[in-house]
């Protein structure tokens, strides 16, 4: 923090508050201090203070910002949580394949609900985000036609235009790889193929896959964080702030529903298959809690948290709103 001197604590603070503030800030701390750097506990303090700012600046705390903003804050927060849910969610998917096969006779419709679950909730998220950029298109062509608006967000849509491509071709890069080499399988041989495993062709493979898998991640975040810019530069009317609001609520709702029915299909197959999670034979002991599985919880688990901090955030900005127009524009805008 600059050796502990005042203007050092000016970088937790948000550009506004800076200028509005933080010469009074930095004099207060002068007049307190002198010389003598700041104390870590009076940092730290500050440190608090100013990413409470911050939460302030992006609508996310107080209640000081339109309803809008918050709704608004709030919607971004929901759309964030769901980008955790698409990386969980394509892990889940490729550590999932022929699971149907381990289950014993008459043991298999708990797990099917909820495997059912998660992919009717994966295309309802979807079809939420979708139904959520084509409510925002009109407004966000205006955005980027006004002065400086495309030249605010075309470094952003470059950079995930180019991690898109680089994702793509891993992808093509991890396939022809595995039908060369690995007769087709992109993760790992079944364990009767033995003499596959541990080979220098598979090792490479795996390689490929985790590359692949991170280019992935870093694609969503990087579109995620391109909407949320995007966003960010629209004039909230009443139709895109209720509008966005309720599809936020929505999809929240959503990733409830597909985090029940992960827990749904991982506690049936725990208990009737848990030799499926290691690829053991039927009957085999198991690993109740394999490390990638227990990555997709983990990461559910902090998404659906994510999304119901946004929801509330949501909740209680349409609720300050009522029957008012939450955008604060004249009535008819």
Same mark, same amino acid.
């Given at each position: 923090?600059?050796?502990?001197?005042?203007? #050092?604590?000016?970088?937790?603070?948000?550009?506004?508050?800076?200028?509005?503030?933080?010469?009074?800030?930095?004099?207060?701390?002068?007049?307190?201090?002198?010389?003598?750097?700041?104390?870590?506990?009076?940092?730290?303090?500050?440190?608090?203070?100013?990413?409470?700012?911050?939460?302030?600046?992006?609508?996310?705390? #107080?209640?000081?910002?339109?309803?809008?903003?918050?709704?608004?804050?709030?919607?971004?927060?929901?759309?964030?949580?769901?980008?955790?849910?698409?990386?969980?969610?394509?892990?889940?998917?490729?550590?999932?394949?022929?699971?149907?096969?381990?289950?014993?006779?008459?043991?298999?419709?708990?797990? @099917?609900?909820?495997?059912? @679950?998660?992919?009717?909730?994966?295309?309802?998220?979807?079809?939420? =985000?979708?139904?959520?950029?084509?409510?925002?298109?009109?407004?966000?062509?205006?955005?980027?036609?006004?002065?400086?608006?495309?030249? %605010?967000?075309?470094?952003? $849509?470059?950079?995930?235009?180019?991690?898109? =491509?680089? %994702?793509?071709?891993?992808?093509?890069? *991890? =396939?022809?790889?595995?039908?060369?080499?690995?007769?087709?399988?992109?993760?790992?041989?079944?364990?009767?193929?033995?003499?596959?495993?541990?080979?220098?062709?598979?090792?490479?493979?795996?390689?490929? $896959?985790?590359?692949?898998?991170?280019?992935?991640?870093?694609?969503?975040?990087?579109?995620?964080?391109?909407? *949320?810019?995007?966003?960010?530069?629209?004039?909230? @009317?009443?139709?895109?702030?209720?509008?966005?609001?309720?599809?936020?609520?929505?999809?929240?709702?959503?990733?409830? +529903?597909? @985090?029940?029915?992960?827990?749904?299909?991982?506690?049936?197959? +725990?208990?009737?298959?848990?030799?499926?999670?290691?690829?053991?034979?039927?009957?085999?002991?198991?690993?109740?809690?394999?490390?990638?599985?227990?990555?997709?919880?983990?990461?559910? %688990?902090?998404?659906?948290?994510?999304?119901?901090?946004?929801?509330?955030?949501?909740? =209680?900005?349409?609720?300050?709103?009522?029957?008012?127009?939450?955008?604060?524009?004249?009535?008819?805008?």
């Amino acid at each position: 923090m600059s050796g502990g001197k005042p203007q #050092g604590v000016l970088r937790w603070y948000p550009p506004r508050w800076r200028a509005r503030y933080g010469d009074e800030l930095v004099t207060l701390l002068t007049d307190t201090y002198g010389e003598r750097p700041v104390p870590l506990r009076c940092r730290l303090s500050l440190v608090r203070a100013g990413a409470v700012e911050w939460l302030r600046e992006f609508g996310l705390a #107080g209640m000081s910002a339109p309803p809008a903003e918050g709704i608004r804050a709030g919607g971004l927060v929901v759309l964030w949580a769901w980008a955790v849910f698409v990386v969980a969610g394509a892990g889940f998917a490729k550590q999932t394949e022929h699971w149907q096969s381990a289950l014993p006779p008459h043991g298999w419709l708990p797990a @099917t609900v909820g495997f059912d @679950t998660i992919f009717i909730g994966a295309a309802a998220g979807a079809a939420i =985000v979708a139904a959520g950029a084509a409510l925002c298109a009109r407004a966000l062509f205006r955005a980027v036609r006004a002065p400086g608006g495309w030249q %605010a967000l075309r470094g952003p $849509v470059l950079w995930s235009v180019g991690f898109t =491509v680089l %994702a793509g071709a891993l992808f093509a890069v *991890t =396939v022809a790889w595995a039908h060369h080499f690995g007769n087709g399988y992109v993760e790992a041989p079944p364990p009767d193929l033995p003499y596959m495993q541990g080979s220098p062709h598979m090792t490479v493979l795996a390689w490929l $896959v985790l590359a692949w898998a991170l280019a992935v991640s870093v694609m969503v975040a990087s579109w995620t964080a391109t909407a *949320t810019a995007a966003v960010r530069r629209i004039e909230p @009317t009443s139709l895109l702030v209720r509008g966005g609001a309720a599809l936020a609520l929505a999809l929240t709702a959503v990733m409830a +529903a597909i @985090t029940a029915g992960l827990v749904l299909w991982w506690a049936t197959l +725990a208990v009737r298959a848990p030799w499926f999670f290691n690829g053991a034979a039927p009957g085999s002991p198991g690993a109740l809690a394999p490390l990638p599985l227990l990555v997709v919880g983990v990461l559910m %688990a902090a998404g659906l948290v994510m999304a119901a901090v946004g929801a509330w955030r949501v909740s =209680v900005c349409l609720r300050r709103a009522g029957t008012a127009d939450p955008s604060g524009a004249p009535a008819g805008h």
